[in-house]
């Protein structure tokens, strides 16, 4: 009698195993699913979001390379490195590696300007914004060739009379619009 117990209970701790190994199975299916699902949809939330920055120009890159004139790269810290646009305003820090055409060499190229010129070209087809950038401060102006691609990566071309044509490499990130905050009176 013990041992049709001892089977029974043996094939009674089978099933239940078999039906817990089922389920977490299911559960495991269901999940992965659904993580799926959450990285597509922050996938086309990022790039609606890099869409919307980029046509209505506030949005900053964030260099993280500088390929050289004679061949190869360096890699850059993005948090040093940069291109601000913002409306009618752009604000670069880029390190820079070449020839200048001034009596005293040049290390990197930093300014807070205007824009005198945006031209923006929407490829949908492609999923990229070509984007010329002029800008100007004092005498001095920078033509920036600017292709972003809908996941946000960029290259960037760098045009001004006193340098070597310079190309770098990014990583497009929207400007948060500012809160107003009112004051009580």
Same mark, same amino acid.
């Given at each position: 009698?013990?041992?049709?117990?001892?089977?029974?209970?043996?094939?009674? +701790?089978?099933?239940?195993?078999?039906?817990?190994?089922?389920?977490?199975?299911?559960?495991?299916?269901?999940?992965?699913?659904?993580?799926?699902?959450?990285?597509?949809?922050?996938?086309?939330?990022?790039?609606?979001?890099?869409?919307?920055?980029?046509?209505?120009? @506030?949005? +900053?890159?964030?260099?993280? @390379?500088?390929?050289?004139?004679?061949?190869?790269?360096?890699?850059?810290?993005?948090?040093?490195?940069?291109?601000?646009?913002?409306?009618?305003?752009?604000?670069?820090?880029?390190?820079?590696?070449? @020839?200048?055409?001034?009596?005293?060499?040049?290390?990197?190229?930093?300014?807070?300007?205007?824009?005198?010129?945006?031209?923006?070209?929407?490829?949908?087809?492609?999923?990229?914004?070509?984007?010329?950038?002029?800008?100007?401060?004092?005498?001095?102006?920078?033509?920036?060739?600017?292709?972003?691609?809908?996941?946000?990566?960029?290259?960037?071309?760098?045009?001004?009379?006193?340098?070597?044509?310079?190309?770098?490499?990014?990583?497009?990130?929207?400007?948060?619009?500012?809160?107003?905050?009112?004051?009580?009176?």
């Amino acid at each position: 009698m013990r041992t049709k117990q001892a089977a029974g209970m043996k094939k009674m +701790i089978l099933l239940l195993t078999s039906a817990m190994i089922i389920a977490s199975c299911s559960s495991t299916k269901n999940t992965a699913g659904d993580s799926t699902n959450t990285r597509t949809v922050k996938k086309l939330a990022e790039q609606a979001a890099i869409k919307q920055a980029v046509e209505s120009r @506030r949005y +900053i890159i964030k260099v993280n @390379r500088i390929y050289l004139f004679g061949g190869g790269f360096n890699d850059l810290y993005p948090r040093r490195n940069f291109i601000v646009v913002d409306g009618e305003l752009a604000s670069v820090s880029l390190g820079y590696s070449g @020839r200048t055409f001034l009596s005293r060499p040049i290390s990197g190229i930093s300014f807070n300007g205007r824009t005198i010129k945006y031209d923006m070209v929407s490829n949908e087809s492609k999923g990229k914004y070509d984007i010329t950038l002029k800008t100007s401060e004092g005498t001095d102006t920078f033509t920036f060739f600017i292709t972003i691609m809908k996941s946000g990566e960029c290259t960037v071309s760098v045009q001004n009379a006193h340098i070597e044509s310079v190309n770098y490499r990014g990583q497009v990130v929207p400007v948060q619009p500012t809160a107003v905050v009112s004051e009580k009176k």
